[in-house]
Every structure is written in C-alpha cells, then in structure tokens.
C-alpha cells in the first residue's frame, strides 16, 4: 500500500475554467443614434427631484434624487457651544455617509477616509454662502446620508444641493443658494452628470460648486488628468448645469413655504 502525502493538497476532481474580463469589451457609452445609454446627450442632466421637510425632527431637511442617486439631508442648529472658547464666527460641520447598502459593494458601518474627505469637502462649498458672522458662539450640524449611489460624483453634487437646502429651509441665513454640478471626462469627451457605469471608463472627474444669483464658485473638485482646454470647458458646463438647478432648489424652497402657510 502506498503512503499518502499529507504535504500535498489536492485539488477537485472537476473545475472550471476563470472568467477573464477583457478592457477592450467595456460597455460602450452611446448608442448608433450618438446618445447616452439612459438617452441623454453629452451635455444633459438627470431629472432632479427635491422635497423639503422630510425629516421631522430636524431644523431644517431635504430629500434629493438624481436619476438613481438618491440622498437625504438633515441640518440642527444653530446651537451654542458650551465647551468651546469664545468665537466671533459660527462654525460648520458636516457628517457624510454612505449607507451600508448603497453602493455595488456594501459600505462598512463606520466611516471611511473617502466619506470624511467628501464631509470636508462639503464644509468647503456651503461654508463661503453661510452668514457664519451673525452666529457667534454657535455651531450647525450637517448630516447626509447617500441612500443609493449612481456616480460618486453626483452623490456628492447631490449632497451639496440638499445641504443647501436643508440649510434655508431651517432658516439660517445665507447669501445666496449653492449648486452643484458634475462632470466626466471619457475618450469621447465630457459628460456632464455622469453614472456609475460611465465613471468607471472615466480619466477624470470635476465636480463645481456654484453660487448663482452672485456668479461666484465656492468650491472645486477634479480628480484624474485632462487638457486646460477640457478642464476649462467643463467648468463652464457645470456652471450652466448649477444655474439650471437653481430653479429647482428655488420650486422646492417656494413649495415648502406654501405648505407650512
């Protein structure tokens, strides 16, 4: 009888062959009529549907969906701080988080490095249109909460015109409304308000944050590399897609008044 290697592992009697994914087989982004897969073109936005006052409890809340990017805001304040030291300027803070069943992979319960740089970048777009001057002493409270996630990117472009919002609808006062719009830089060129599946062929990335009754920029994103050119021309793009999203956040601040009269 021969002695049995114990050294050795053996494998199945049967196996099956690995599936290679092939680059070169990626999905492609237009149809034959030159239109996106979901029948917009290059420079076209996704509906937008906001509501405001969804979250009872807090000072001031909005609900937004983009496409399938759907987000929820709730802002408390302001509120003194009792510990801290004397501060002639309000401060701002923000929570960011996606929920554990947003994206294609589940997200951990606590937040990662990724959700704290979007909570700061957050601060940084809204922080420019808060009168922080009339609230001395005083701190608000920013939670977003992205509930399905269809470009990471427009998550947080939506997170930006939900905590905007969320802040006029608690009252607080602010210079004016900040927008936000997002942009994907591909071969073909750029699309504004990209998805997750045309993200994942991008070479970079912008997102603007936008004040437009000022025509001010308070904030800018790019990730990946891309021309001056290119970079320059999809500013302006995001510029005009905040100045159309504008009238958005304006129908839904109005539609929220005439509830609560």
Do not use: W
Not at 42 to 68: H, M, W
Not at 77 to 82: A, Y
Not at 188 to 213: F, N
Request: one cysteine or more.
């Amino acid at each position: 009888m021969a002695a049995i290697d114990r050294k050795r592992v053996f494998g199945p009697e049967s196996s099956v062959a690995p599936v290679l994914i092939d680059d070169e087989k990626s999905p492609k982004l237009f149809d034959d009529a030159g239109k996106r897969l979901d029948q917009r073109t290059p420079a076209d936005l996704r509906p937008i549907f906001l509501k405001t006052g969804l979250v009872t409890q807090a000072n001031g809340s909005a609900y937004i969906e983009v496409g399938n990017t759907k987000a929820v805001c709730a802002v408390y304040g302001p509120r003194q701080l009792k510990r801290a030291g004397f501060s002639s300027k309000g401060t701002l803070n923000c929570e960011f988080k996606f929920a554990t069943f947003s994206c294609a992979k589940r997200r951990a319960h606590i937040r990662d490095a990724q959700e704290r740089g979007f909570a700061q970048t957050l601060v940084q777009a809204l922080a420019p249109a808060v009168r922080l001057e009339l609230l001395p002493k005083s701190s608000i409270d920013i939670y977003v909460n992205i509930l399905e996630n269809d470009g990471t990117n427009s998550c947080v472009a939506a997170a930006i015109i939900a905590a905007s919002t969320a802040l006029a609808d608690a009252g607080i006062e602010m210079l004016d409304q900040v927008t936000a719009s997002s942009a994907v830089f591909v071969d073909q060129g750029i699309l504004m308000d990209g998805t997750e599946a045309e993200e994942k062929q991008k070479k970079g990335a912008l997102m603007v944050s936008y004040m437009p009754s000022l025509n001010e920029v308070t904030h800018i994103l790019q990730s990946g590399s891309s021309d001056p050119a290119i970079t320059t021309q999809a500013i302006e793009q995001c510029i005009d897609g905040g100045s159309k999203i504008y009238s958005v956040m304006s129908t839904a601040l109005l539609q929220s008044l005439e509830n609560k009269a």
